[in-house]
């Protein structure tokens, strides 16, 4: 089950990017977000031309994905086309920047400067969405039917796979369906993120490395973008390595500690990633497993 989240447009994105097997990793959507300005800057120095619809279509849909990843609400294409921007697309090169930023550093090594403030995905990418809707208008092209014309287009092509992102994506990894499933955290799942699929046979040490990255990425993004918490569903059985047989309460106590070895002890851990404070618990989920939730401190 996806969850119901913003407009009947960014629903029908995330059909597709589903479809067509997951969500870019969000440094490679910035690299598509690239090559699609370009594009559109090519087409606009020859001249009004019949695929201008078509690019910035592409532009919509590509950030409405990078949005939808960070569990962010957006409207309807070209809701607001407030402002005369001309019609050469350097406002919307230089709104680019912002959303490239704060992706570098979510996903990558960039690190903010002290005392400058980090700019939000969401808020970046509805300032770029205010912008292209502007642009679209001022060229006289109807944004809303253009992007469902090119949805419509990617589900009808032969090699929708083609655009299947390489690797794991915790906006939805599995436990979040099972989440969604749960009457008693259904209303929960769709502010979260989750951990891949975890091996019973493998060590807390080896739970910790295959959730690191995508952990780390939302101990950063978790404020500024609103998400709740990551959650985690540990396998049953012993703990490998851990000394101990017992109940959740031990499993997860070796993979906070294995994650963050200065965590505090305690019925809910604290550990710190990337500068951010989050409390680790347990989550009543009826039928599932043992899930682990880990959400920012208050």
């Known amino acids: 089950m996806m969850p119901a989240r913003g407009s009947e447009s960014q629903r029908l994105v995330r059909e597709t990017m589903i479809a067509a097997g997951g969500y870019w990793r969000p440094l490679a959507a910035?690299?598509?977000?690239?090559?699609e300005l370009g594009e559109l800057a090519e087409l606009l120095g020859d001249g009004p031309a019949p695929e201008l619809g078509g690019e910035l279509a592409d532009l919509w849909i590509i950030t409405t994905a990078l949005a939808d990843q960070f569990l962010a609400e957006v409207p309807e294409p070209g809701t607001d086309a407030s402002g005369s921007i001309g019609t050469d697309g350097a406002r919307l090169v230089i709104a680019a920047g912002p959303i490239a930023r704060v992706v570098n550093h979510y996903d990558g090594p960039k690190v903010p400067r002290?005392?400058?403030?980090?700019p939000s995905l969401t808020a970046s990418i509805a300032e770029f969405h205010r912008?292209?809707?502007?642009?679209?208008?001022e060229l006289g092209v109807g944004l809303g039917d253009a992007v469902r014309s090119k949805l419509a287009a990617i589900h009808r092509r032969g090699d929708i796979e083609r655009?299947?992102?390489d690797g794991f994506d915790p906006s939805t990894a599995p436990v979040l369906a099972r989440l969604?499933?749960?009457?008693s955290t259904a209303a929960l799942a769709g502010r979260l993120w989750g951990a891949p699929e975890l091996s019973a046979g493998?060590?807390?040490r080896e739970w910790a490395t295959a959730i690191s990255g995508s952990l780390e990425m939302f101990a950063k993004a978790a404020g500024p973008e609103h998400l709740e918490g990551y959650?985690?569903?540990?396998?049953p059985g012993p703990v490998t390595g851990a000394g101990t047989s017992g109940?959740?309460?031990?499993?997860?106590?070796a993979l906070v500690a294995a994650l963050d070895p200065g965590a505090t002890a305690g019925e809910e851990p604290e550990l710190n990633l990337a500068g951010t404070a989050l409390l680790a618990g347990t989550l009543p989920a009826g039928g599932l497993g043992a899930i682990v939730l880990l959400r920012p401190t208050p």
Do not use: Y
Request: proline share 12%; net charge negative; glycine share 4%.
């Open 131 to 137: 912008l292209l809707a502007a642009l679209a208008s």
């Open 163 to 165: 655009f299947a992102r």
């Open 231 to 235: 959650a985690i569903e540990l396998p």
């Open 114 to 118: 002290e005392g400058v403030p980090m």
């Open 202 to 204: 493998d060590s807390p």
């Open 247 to 253: 109940p959740t309460a031990s499993r997860l106590g």
């Open 30 to 35: 910035v690299a598509r977000l690239l090559e």
């Open 180 to 183: 969604a499933d749960e009457p």
